[in-house]
């Protein structure tokens, strides 16, 4: 099983001083960031997932690259671009999730292989249109809409375009089909068209919102007419609990950013271990902080006083963590800046265990060594990507376990 990490130009400053939270004044961000893969000890991820909507930039505004980071991925290639090792795979798609709302595409065909084959991707996906609803097969829930339909249509339209045009040139990267659908039978139907074509590598598209029993109902309705060398590859979906059923059902490789996101998007499990989860221990940084700085400008909170609470609480997280003072003068000190900021909901008793179990000093990521409890401490881009990457390195040691905790379905019937 695969893992791909979607690309958003996450990056840390490898010179970023944590004392003073500040950059150092020679930083040049092209040259000086680094990607998660350059920075983590363990592997992070096996694969990248770049999207050209996020390349390129929608009329939303998703783009994440400037012109001259542009420039740059098409001069230098995904893999120069990214310094990527060897063993790291590229996979490009267009993110069809930026255009959901457009009644089509926004993409020609020529345009995505143009794009595939400047960046020199190993695979491609084809153009699709997420459908944005689901019928669990005996709902109630009558006639599936035209659109439903016609967005079927138009992503199998493309694929066989897309496969078309690559046989016609002979362009250097594997195409992957994308399958769309509401229901088991479509995305069956979907699948068995896109191998009808020639696609031995499919992507199944839209399941982010699907439940997992869902998803599972899916993939057993692809089973039927799944051919055995078709590889199937689920767009945005991590479920770590169900990644063996998934392998079972030829799924062998997924992309989410979801143990990423969660460092700092998540309300508590922001610090994944391989068999649990921590909160990460919220210490706004006052002049960077919205709702704070809205909190001093109305005068309801002083700026001196949210200033010197801020600085006594890494002052003394820090003096935890190399043993200089204890876990309660800590947590009393974050929990007086709480106060003092009007903080309305207290996580007291998780930010307790983490500073109890302090799982950092017991992780070999490359990132918690070298940083401490900085990592756990949630402020500020550097301290949460971070600790991003190292969830990242904790999902891929996870995934490997669980190959390791399972036999493949061969093996089981053979033995048993
Ligand atoms: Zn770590």
Redesign the pocket.
Known sequence: MKFYFPDSQDQVSPTYDFIHDEYSPLRVRQRDDRYAHEVLTLPAYDGLLVSKAIVDGTIQGVGKYSMPQRQRLYRLGVRGFFRLPEDVVTLGDCGAFTYVNEPEPPYSVGEVIDFYNRCGFDAGVSIDHVILGYRRPGSNAGEVPDEWKERRRISLHFAEKFLTAIHEHGTPFEPVGAAQGWDPESYADSVKELQAMGYSRIALGGMVPLKTPDILACLAAIADIRETDTQLHLLGITRIDSMNEFAEFGVTSFDSTSSFRQSFMDDRDNYHTTDTTYSAIRVPQVDANVSLKKAILAGKVSQAAAVTADRESLKLLREFDTGRCSLDEALDAVLRYEELIGVKKSYADLYRRTLDHAP?RH?V?G??AKHGIE?AIFRGSERNKRRGF?NL?VLADKMKSLHAARPRPLERIASG
């Open positions: 950092w992780c990521c990132l918690c990592i190292h390195s």
